[in-house]
């Protein structure tokens, strides 16, 4: 939403088409990491996680992918659909600690 | 089963004056967190309770207090608000045996 700012890079993709979110992150320790949806005026919204030890998970309609060796995450969506619009972000957590290091995020729009 | 909540979901504050924004969660977790999230930036952690009675500073900590009040509820409280501290402020919590953190609707506080 508007509070997340005005200059997120964005993604434009037709309705239908697959979409492809990345995200790279510097700290080798992290071993879990999180991709959040955030809608406009909402909270970041949990949807697919991922532990250091797997390269790859599948949900619905989303995968997750894990590169550990370049460290880089990335998020396929599906079928993109007109309610996919939002900011997504990843998140990764190192190991034995409670702090969460957060992306700025991508923008993604669904084109009708 | 809400989730996270919090209030109030709006405030204007001016200089000087104090406020506690509120958050509780029904999911029995054991940690809470505290995090704002500012245009350009991604969230960034305040303060957070590793487990009831307990409550550490994260990364940007100053203006701020908290109260871990019991399992459920967590505040935080801005005891002389500025202007740098407009913002959306979100509050998480993750279960026992789980690192997945789940975030509230947030407040958007703005002080003039």
């Known amino acids: 939403g508007e509070s997340v700012g005005l200059h997120l890079p964005t993604l434009s993709v037709q309705e239908g088409d697959n979409s492809i979110i990345n995200c790279a992150y510097s700290?080798?320790?992290?071993?879990?990491f999180i991709w959040y949806k955030q809608e406009s005026g909402k909270g970041p919204q949990f949807i697919i996680d991922?532990?250091?030890?797997?390269d790859k998970r599948q949900g619905q309609r989303v995968t997750v992918l894990l590169n550990k060796t370049v460290k880089h995450l990335s998020l396929q969506i599906a079928a993109t659909q007109p309610g996919d619009s939002a900011v997504y972000f990843c998140?990764?957590?190192?190991?034995?600690?409670?702090?969460?290091?957060f992306g700025t995020g991508t923008r993604l729009k669904v084109l009708a | 089963n809400a989730g996270v909540t919090q209030t109030p979901k709006f405030q204007v504050l001016k200089t000087g004056q104090s406020m506690t924004l509120q958050c509780a969660q029904d999911?029995?977790?054991?940690?809470m967190y505290w995090y704002r999230q500012d245009p350009g930036m991604g969230l960034r952690l305040i303060y957070y309770s590793a487990s009831e009675g307990t409550t550490d500073k994260g990364e940007v900590p100053n203006g701020y207090n908290v109260s871990r009040l019991n399992k459920r509820e967590f505040s935080l409280r801005l005891e002389s608000a500025a202007p740098s501290q407009t913002s959306v402020y979100f509050c998480?919590?993750?279960?026992?045996?789980?690192?997945?953190?789940?975030f509230g609707p947030g407040t958007r506080l703005t002080v003039l």
């Open positions: 998140a990764g957590l190192g190991s034995g600690t409670y702090k969460y290091i």
């Open positions: 700290n080798s320790a992290s071993d879990y």
């Open positions: 999911m029995n977790h054991n940690s």
């Open positions: 991922i532990r250091s030890n797997m």
């Open positions: 998480a919590s993750s279960g026992q045996g789980t690192d997945t953190q789940y």
